[in-house]
């Protein structure tokens, strides 16, 4: 397996109930995760932010297309579907559907806190309050959310339709 080596700080912002919370995203973290899919799933996601933060060799469209290709891990098929960027991190909204033949939507984020430029950088960290508006912002356009979902439905064995899948989003 490849070892996810983390350029700055990644945090993952899981939903429990109505609240967004901050979980960072280190080898530490992955050390201790149980689940392989996950696991596997989380290093490929550190390494696709590692490389579209730090990769200078590609035009910014080569970075996006690469970014925003369809990923499977055993039952997840996820891919990147919005990137916000702020003076000090970006964030990712992947969109991810799981459970074998069933399907599970899940829309989760990631962000990071790298200063992309070499002068002494204040307060301009993106937050839960931005992270949430990020996802909602992408949440609020529905054609593109269903053309995202049907996209991924195509390389995963759920049985549901999109519109289903649309409805049932965990988000």
């Avoid at 690469?66 to 990712?92: A, H, M, N, S």
């Avoid at 070499?118 to 992408?138: N, Q, V």
């Amino acid at each position: 397996m490849n070892s996810a080596i983390t350029t700055d700080t990644i945090f993952y912002y899981p939903r429990t109930g109505s609240t967004l919370t901050r979980v960072t995203v280190d080898d530490n973290y992955l050390k201790n995760c149980k689940v392989r899919t996950v696991k596997n799933m989380l290093t490929n996601i550190i390494n696709v932010i590692n490389f579209y933060e730090t990769d200078h060799s590609l035009k910014y469209k080569e970075k996006e297309e690469y970014v925003r290709q369809i990923f499977i891990e055993d039952d997840v098929t996820y891919k990147c579907v919005e990137i916000g960027l702020w003076r000090r991190g970006f964030g990712f909204v992947f969109l991810q559907i799981s459970k074998q033949n069933e399907g599970q939507v899940r829309i989760v984020c990631y962000s990071t806190n790298t200063i992309h430029h070499s002068a002494e950088c204040f307060g301009t960290t993106p937050d839960i309050e931005e992270i949430d508006r990020l996802i909602s912002d992408y949440l609020g356009n529905e054609q593109r959310v269903l053309k995202d979902i049907s996209d991924l439905k195509l390389q995963h064995t759920t049985q549901k339709d999109s519109d289903q899948l649309l409805k049932e989003i965990l988000y």
